[in-house]
């Protein structure tokens, strides 16, 4: 197994917190109980998903708040939220606010683009304003602006017994450094870097120049570091679905070979109008993956990842792979837990 240049220094997951209708709050639970697992098992970060009109967490922030409160070191993100179903505004005062609560552990992620299913969602979501609402750049731009102390009004100082401030409030120190755009092409990795944020490289890509899945992702990072103010050392994470097996049961092995077997279509070519490569699943043993990740071109640039669990896996699942991940890959890569 080829041995790396540099180990790797941050050691994430990502989840999409799913639950069954009937009992949401089981589903929630299952969520923060895998996070505190993951402090134990000395992860850096915890990452969720937004999942709007389904099964899935649709408010990451407020699942995070609760984190924060039952968690003392780990760090939290998103990966992503789709700005698309957001007011900046509001949004700036939620992070800000659970930034506070968490003692500066926030990591926000964002994307840009209409909401999916926009045709059907905007009558609920923007009534009067669907077809003005802008859903480019300018909203991160926004965001971004408000959380690193800009101004949002005009309007300042004492009205009656009130006082009034023109800027977001709380502000936290620090979290405008610690905000991350998801991005999935040349012109995304482009804006994130121009714009210093961080990147979060997406298991989904455009297939632009090449339709080997790696090459793309490594274009990314290039592309990012090369117009971000900090160069080589602008922060990246990787995000890909890794499901190591070394203490899995048989039983679930074949849950999990089955499971990346019926997603392996999709990743041997584009898919659609939009050309979109998707990241093959890393499926085996910790020493197996660990040397198909020394030989994926991306990985050999980044020091940051952000394992994606499985959406439909169980939570004794879960618990297994993020043993095996902390105890067995993370290891192998060079990774050590923190204390």
């Given amino acids: 197994m080829p041995l790396p240049s540099q180990p790797l220094r941050k050691l994430g997951f990502l989840t999409i917190g799913l639950f069954d209708e009937a009992d949401p709050r089981r589903g929630h639970e299952s969520t923060l109980e895998v996070i505190e697992l993951g402090e134990r098992l000395g992860f850096d970060s915890a990452w969720l998903r937004h999942r709007h009109l389904q099964y899935g967490i649709s408010s990451p922030v407020a699942v995070l708040a609760a984190a924060s409160q039952r968690t003392h070191r780990i760090e939290f993100g998103t990966a992503v939220t789709p700005l698309g179903w957001e007011n900046p505004l509001r949004l700036a005062e939620d992070l800000s606010t659970v930034d506070i609560l968490s003692g500066g552990r ?61 800027r977001v409030q709380p502000q936290s120190p620090g979290l405008g ?38 090459e793309i992702q490594l274009s990314h990072i290039r592309t990012f570091r090369a117009h971000h103010p900090d160069g080589d050392a602008a922060r990246v994470s990787q995000g890909l679905v890794v499901i190591p097996t070394d203490s899995a049961t048989r039983e679930q092995r074949a849950k999990y070979e089955e499971y990346a077997a019926k997603r392996t279509p999709r990743t041997t070519t584009p898919q659609g109008p939009a050309r979109m490569m998707f990241a093959p699943d890393l499926v085996g043993t910790s020493e197996e ?8 071109a991306a990985f050999r640039e980044i020091h940051e990842v952000a394992f994606a669990l499985p959406f439909t896996f169980a939570h004794e699942d879960y618990v297994q792979i993020l043993t095996d991940i902390a105890t067995k890959l993370g290891p192998a890569l060079g990774w050590r837990p923190a204390d």
């Fill in 106 to 166: 926030l990591n926000p992620g964002v994307s840009v683009g209409p909401p999916m299913h926009y045709d059907q969602v905007k009558q609920a979501l923007y009534p009067d304003t669907a077809a003005s609402e802008d859903f480019g750049y300018d909203r991160v731009e926004r965001l971004l602006d408000f959380v690193r102390g800009k101004p949002a009004t005009d309007f300042s100082g004492v009205e009656g017994f009130e006082v009034f401030s023109d």
């Fill in 177 to 214: 450094r610690r905000m991350w755009y998801g991005g999935g092409s040349l012109r995304s990795a482009r804006w994130a870097g121009e714009h210093g944020m961080n990147l979060l490289t997406s298991s989904v890509v455009k297939a632009e120049e090449s339709e080997d899945f790696a």
């Fill in 289 to 296: 993956i660990a040397e198909r990740l020394y030989a994926h």
